[in-house]
């Protein structure tokens, strides 16, 4: 079973940062395009930054230049470098793969759409 699992968030003080991780476990052949979205209390679930298999990013304008978001495709895990954190960042984060390729019970490659990881937690507060 192909899964997305967190680490990273915890509890920082405005102005510093932190590294969020999501390896997709199990035997995978690819991932297309990952991403990093975030909902915060009272909110919807917004996008903070995606990046592509061949390294192409985007980001939300809310932290275009401080944040990275960066993937290793050999360890099929993506990461977000969050510099710089605002109160304004707290919030759930969530990783996600739009479709993931790996190997059915015969071998054969099968498509698994849209996987989210469980979330993580990060607070930013004085």
């Known amino acids: 079973q192909v899964q997305l699992v967190e680490s990273g968030g915890g509890l920082v003080q405005p102005g510093e940062s932190l590294r969020l991780s999501c390896a997709a476990s199990g035997r995978i052949f690819s991932i297309n395009n990952m991403g990093w979205y975030r909902q915060a209390p009272g909110k919807e679930r917004e996008v903070v930054a995606t990046i592509t298999s061949g390294g192409n990013t985007v980001y939300a304008d809310s932290v275009k230049g401080r944040f990275t978001i960066d993937r290793d495709n050999v360890k099929n895990t993506v990461y977000l470098q969050m510099n710089s954190l605002k109160l304004e960042d707290t919030a759930v984060y969530y990783c996600?793969?739009?479709?993931?390729?790996?190997?059915?019970?015969?071998?054969?490659?099968?498509?698994?759409?849209?996987?989210w990881g469980q979330g993580t937690q990060v607070t930013v507060s004085s």
């Open positions: 996600n793969a739009d479709k993931i390729i790996f190997p059915n019970a015969r071998g054969y490659p099968t498509a698994k759409y849209e996987s």
